[in-house]
Nanobody
């Protein structure tokens, strides 16, 4: 059974940093495409970063390029999202997602391409 558990969220002032973790079980992160999504109150879930299985290929939405970095530790079977230069607009519930790696493309930033989700971790950025 695929399980994803996010952690690392919290409250931070604008300009600060956080690192989110997504611990995976039931599958190997090295063989799955994985992504980070966020959802603010009253807004749709937004894909912000994704990476492919085993390939050095990552995708980011424009609003986080240069500030966020997605990475994976295969030994720990964990996905990460390093977030720097946080702004209040980054406030949201953050989710990780995974899917079997049958293809690799920018469409990995779309939520409907994933069938496995974590419960989320809240990030709040104050001005």
């Amino acid at each position: 059974q695929v399980t994803l558990v996010e952690s690392g969220g919290g409250s931070v002032q604008a300009g600060g940093s956080l690192r989110l973790s997504c611990a995976a079980s039931g599958f190997s992160v090295s063989r799955y495409a994985m992504g980070w999504f966020r959802q603010a109150p009253g807004k749709e879930r937004e894909g912000i970063a994704a990476l492919c299985d085993g390939l050095p290929r990552t995708y980011y939405t424009d609003s986080v390029k240069g500030r966020f970095t997605i990475s994976r530790d295969n030994a720990k079977n964990t996905l990460y999202l390093r977030m720097n230069s946080l702004i209040p607009e980054d406030t949201a519930m953050y989710y990780c997602a995974a899917r079997p790696a049958t293809w690799c493309a920018p469409n990995l930033l779309f939520a409907n391409n994933y069938n496995n989700w974590g419960q989320g971790t809240q990030v709040t950025v104050s001005s």
